[in-house]
């Protein structure tokens, strides 16, 4: 069974990070990728046609570069359009009940301003209750999730590249979770 | 000094809380309201504009609907592409140092969901964690938010009259904070 990963870059051509970890996910095949800034310029998500991907996968992945602590905006509008009432949730909203949902994330700052001490205050895993809350919601199961951090200013290639690696065990992993 | 409300409902011609927070906002003459949803149809956000919106008020109120524990998408946009390097960070970016921020949601569960033995497992506290976040970031003061339970279907005139009481309330204390 692949894993679906469902990628959300406002602008993947000039992205490092990202555009490698999609590169090497591309090139191991065992990993369907929909990237919906790519999917839809416009902003008009296709709701039945993403559902109806959702539905194939038992594991999904939603990968993305952090910015401001959240999401970027195409993939909140797509949680808004997809998880639609009667499908995602409603008495007889139940697709994603038992699916295994989980983040890949890129971060600009360092972990440890990640902490109550740092500039941010609050840890990785609080930043992304959001998303924990809607799995909940939703009834799926929350894996643990990828962070990759210190991504703010041209990472070194070095930096990139183990990245890379290490994302692509984490993929990899999932299917023993 | 005035307090600016940067409002944000993706349909709030069929709003009833909000549009009714609006209305009496706008009624009670003392708070200057920004509806990004009407200003920016096209989500070609006006950077420079809403910059120096921001810098002429010392107290700002960001409003909307809480959907999937997160922001309307229009306002992550507004948040990725107004809180500039150089503006609201960096060694040059101070513009937002100092300012009082605090947010005005609606919330369509009941507040018990919002408890580790609810069905969202996570306090309305800890799913705004992003917001605080940024608030920590950008050198801001996070004054107490306003939360409103309960709308999820069709919620009484009575519970959206008393709502807006409440919220009268919360915007008119902003002045003592």
């Known amino acids: 069974m692949k894993t679906l990963i469902i990628a959300a870059h406002p602008d993947i051509a000039h992205s490092r990070v990202n555009k490698n970890w999609l590169n090497a996910a591309k090139k191991d095949g065992n990993f369907v990728i929909h990237e919906i800034y790519k999917e839809y310029p416009n902003w008009q998500i296709d709701v039945k046609e993403e559902q109806e991907l959702l539905e194939k996968f038992e594991c999904v992945v939603f990968e993305f570069p952090l910015y401001w602590y959240s999401y970027p905006p195409l993939l909140k509008k797509y949680f808004d359009d997809v998880f639609a009432y009667g499908w995602a949730y409603g008495s007889k ?85």
């Not at 295994?100 to 109550?116: I, M, N, R, W």
């Open 93 to 177: 909203g139940k697709a994603l009940n038992g699916k295994k949902f989980t983040l890949a994330v890129s971060v600009g700052d360092d972990e440890h301003e990640y902490s109550k001490d740092g500039h941010i205050g609050f840890s990785i895993e609080e930043v992304v209750t959001p998303f924990k809350s809607a799995v909940n919601f939703v009834g799926a199961k929350l894996l643990p999730s990828f962070f990759a951090f210190g991504f703010s200013i041209d990472p070194s290639d070095e930096l990139v590249e183990n990245s890379t690696k290490e994302y692509m065990k984490f993929l990899r992993d999932l299917s023993f979770s």
